[in-house]
């Protein structure tokens, strides 16, 4: 096995690099989990590069990792940057007597495409000493330079990933042959973003078991694919929603499988709104990822139909969002705000808010603010 050390690779500078120092400096080991693609490679070689690096997607390295795990670590005696963990499981129970022995922090950072394959191979004593932090593809204030709505909803931001090379991830992952029921149920996923998800339906449409539907949803999810917002619960009486709202990680991915390549088929598309919604709760997510905090991400809807597309906890308190994918400023876009301020007429944001819409303007109506796709990130900013 021949290591990799001190590479140095050109990347763009990722908003999450700040939280890793404080992890590396308290912990023994750090897993960076996130899709392929993500950058999980380049950001783990520039701001590590001092440490040995070992790639397990490499035939030759994994082979020796398997083969002989203890010359494995003699070669890397302080501690070493290891590339999809998930592809040597077993090498977790050996970093697990490492640390136990050294009990030094920084001494292993891992990496991994799918949170839940290297959860269910990390023993017990280990968690509690590993710290994670998720790094999902560039976000738009990771760019140098933002591009259109329809550029990001159309095009990847993650290179050479296409539906096929999610498809054989899955399917490997669930050992299954059918790659046809399988890219039918992709497909099914993607025309349901923003809605409520109905597994039944969903199992039926495909041809396959409610169970079946729900154990390949937990892998697209694991697989950071889809995405489950979840709904917001309280206890003011009212009849809520209880199912969580389906989107996907990256948009371009959806419309690929909604079979929308061009501008015009996209603007033109029944799902143009779902997908501007979709581009947004994405790029949310990615704000609080990028910063190592939790995503509190909740949504509110009650037996009326009456619906806040997204409650961020701000304050230990709901915070409406709503979001919009027309280009001018319609009045019935602030609807929800007028409901949030009857239903929580006791929380601190009481007549405050958030409209993320499709057009160019960044102002306020009243104490709600108004965003477009490139303002969006100030104004979470700005509420701490």
């Not at 932090?133 to 290179?159: F, G, N, R, V």
Request: net charge neutral; with cysteine; proline share 6%.
């Amino acid at each position: 096995m021949e290591l990799q050390e001190h590479v140095r690779t050109e990347h763009i500078p990722r908003k999450i690099e700040s939280a890793l120092a404080p992890l590396i400096s308290r912990y023994p080991v750090l897993v960076i989990t996130g899709p392929h693609q993500s950058g999980k490679t380049a950001l783990v070689r520039n701001h590590f590069r001092d440490m040995a690096y070992v790639d397990l997607e490499d035939p030759e390295a994994r082979a020796f990792a398997r083969g002989d795990p203890r010359g494995f670590f003699e070669k890397v005696p302080d501690g070493a940057v290891i590339d999809e963990i998930q592809n040597v499981p077993e090498l977790l129970s050996w970093i697990e007597l490492i640390v136990a022995g050294r009990k030094q922090n920084g001494m292993f950072v891992l990496t991994g495409s799918n949170q839940s394959e290297v959860m269910k191979a990390m023993p017990g004593s280990l968690v509690a000493q590993t710290a994670m932090i998720k790094l999902l593809p560039l976000s738009t204030e990771e760019l140098p330079q933002i591009p259109s709505t329809e550029e990001l909803i159309l095009k990847s931001l993650c290179p050479h990933i296409y539906v096929n090379t999610h498809l054989e991830d899955v399917r490997r992952l669930i050992k299954i042959h059918d790659t046809a029921a399988l890219e039918r149920f992709f497909r099914l996923c993607a025309g349901r973003i923003g809605q409520i998800l109905n597994v039944s339906s969903l199992a039926d449409d495909t041809g396959i078991s409610h169970t079946t539907a729900a154990e390949w949803l937990a892998v697209l999810e694991a697989s950071y694919i889809v995405y489950r917002l979840r709904p917001f619960r309280t206890n003011i009486g009212k009849r809520l929603s209880k199912t969580p709202k389906l989107y996907f990680y990256e948009t371009s991915l959806a419309a690929r499988l909604l079979e929308i390549k061009r501008p015009d088929h996209l603007r033109n598309h029944p799902l143009r709104g779902s997908l501007f919604e979709n581009l947004i709760v994405s790029e949310i997510i990615k704000y609080y990822y990028n910063r190592n905090l939790p995503d509190n991400l909740f949504f509110y809807r009650d037996h009326r139909g009456n619906e806040i597309d997204v409650m961020l906890e701000v304050g230990g308190a709901p915070f409406p969002v709503e979001i919009k994918s027309g280009h001018t400023l319609n009045p019935d876009f602030f609807r929800a705000f007028d409901y949030y301020d009857t239903v929580f007429s006791e929380s601190p944001h009481k007549g405050r808010g958030l409209l993320v819409y499709g057009g160019d303007r960044h102002a306020r109506r009243g104490a709600v603010a108004v965003a477009n796709l490139e303002s969006l990130c100030d104004e979470l900013r700005g509420l701490g």
